[in-house]
């Protein structure tokens, strides 16, 4: 036999509901921040990760680990290279998360 939905079930579905209601704009303010970080990088590496120079790389859909890895090396002195490193001083564990995640969707 089915169980009548009782008092817990109601409010474990509204709990839920309002998270969802709050979470669905946290997840649209990420999408326009790491768009917004991207800004910085656009000069260099084009709009869509696909480099305006012979020199500079692409960086649209490059492995999503490979592109954490060198900003954090570019961050830390590890990889050093005096155009990149002004671009990387100001970014935030999550930053490179999230930029790296973004062009690794390119393609
Ligand atoms: C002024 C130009 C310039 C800007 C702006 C710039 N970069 Fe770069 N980037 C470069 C150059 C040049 C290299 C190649 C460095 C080298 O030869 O080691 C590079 C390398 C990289 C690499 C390593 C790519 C690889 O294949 O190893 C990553 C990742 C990267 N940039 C990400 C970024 C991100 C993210 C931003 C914005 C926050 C940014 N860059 C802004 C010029 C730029």
């Known amino acids: 036999m089915?169980?009548?939905i009782n008092g817990t079930t109601m409010k474990f579905v509204s709990t839920l509901g309002l998270l969802?209601?709050?979470a669905a704009p946290?997840?649209?303010f990420a999408e326009t921040n790491v768009k917004q970080l991207a800004q910085s990088c656009t000069a260099c590496h084009g709009e869509h990760g696909k480099s305006l120079n012979p020199v500079w790389p692409n960086l649209a859909g490059q492995k999503r680990d490979y592109l954490e890895k060198q900003l954090?090396?570019?961050?830390?002195g590890e990889r050093k290279n005096?155009?990149?490193m002004p671009f990387i001083?100001?970014?935030s564990d999550k930053d490179i998360e999230a930029l790296a995640e973004y062009y690794s969707q390119l393609n």
Do not use: E
């Open 2 to 4: 089915k169980k009548p």
């Open 20 to 22: 969802l209601a709050c």
């Open 26 to 28: 946290l997840v649209a």
């Open 72 to 76: 954090h090396d570019f961050k830390s």
């Open 82 to 84: 005096p155009i990149m």
């Open 89 to 91: 001083q100001t970014l």
